[in-house]
Structure formats: structure tokens, C-alpha cells
């Protein structure tokens, strides 16, 4: 019998309960779209970090990249819908 592997919370795929907690005014079709990347919590986490200015935090690892700059440019508009300067 194989035996699981210990996972950590950000590894978890995330579901369409995590994309609503963190991008608030998300429509359905962009949930299913950023679902369909099949991104990890921690990478839906990044990317709302990236997209809100705290990228600096992450300055080590580079520019987004794969999955994380898919779901910025996916959500980009829900930025613009939170700033009222906009």
C-alpha cells in the first residue's frame, strides 16, 4: 500500500471557495477560468500579493511567472473595480 505524501496547505489545489475569499468582486466566468489553471492556495495567495503592490516580498524569486501571471491577468480588472481612483 503506497503511502501519502504530507502535504502543506499552500500545495492544496485550490477550489472555487479560496478564489472568491481572495479576489471579492469576481464574476463566475472568471472563477472557472482561473480554476481551470488548476492553481495551488499558495499560488492564488502570490498572486493577489504580486497584484495588490507587495511583490517586493517576493523580489527574490524573480517576475511572475506561469500560473501566477495567468490569474493576475485574469483578475487585473478586479483590481481597477476595489480602487475607486480608477
Do not use: C, W, Y
Not at 59 to 85: C, F, M, Q, Y
Amino acid at each position: 500500500m503506497e503511502k501519502s505524501q504530507p502535504v502543506t496547505q499552500g500545495a492544496h489545489l485550490a477550489g472555487s471557495e479560496d478564489v472568491r475569499r481572495l479576489f471579492r468582486h469576481i464574476d463566475d466566468h472568471t472563477v472557472a477560468a482561473v480554476l481551470a489553471l488548476k492553481p495551488t492556495i499558495a499560488q492564488l495567495e502570490e498572486a493577489v500579493a504580486r497584484a495588490s503592490g507587495a511583490g517586493d516580498m517576493f523580489a527574490n524569486l524573480g517576475p511572475e511567472h506561469g500560473v501566477v501571471a495567468r490569474i493576475i491577468d485574469l483578475t487585473k480588472e478586479l483590481d481597477e473595480l476595489d480602487d475607486p481612483s480608477q
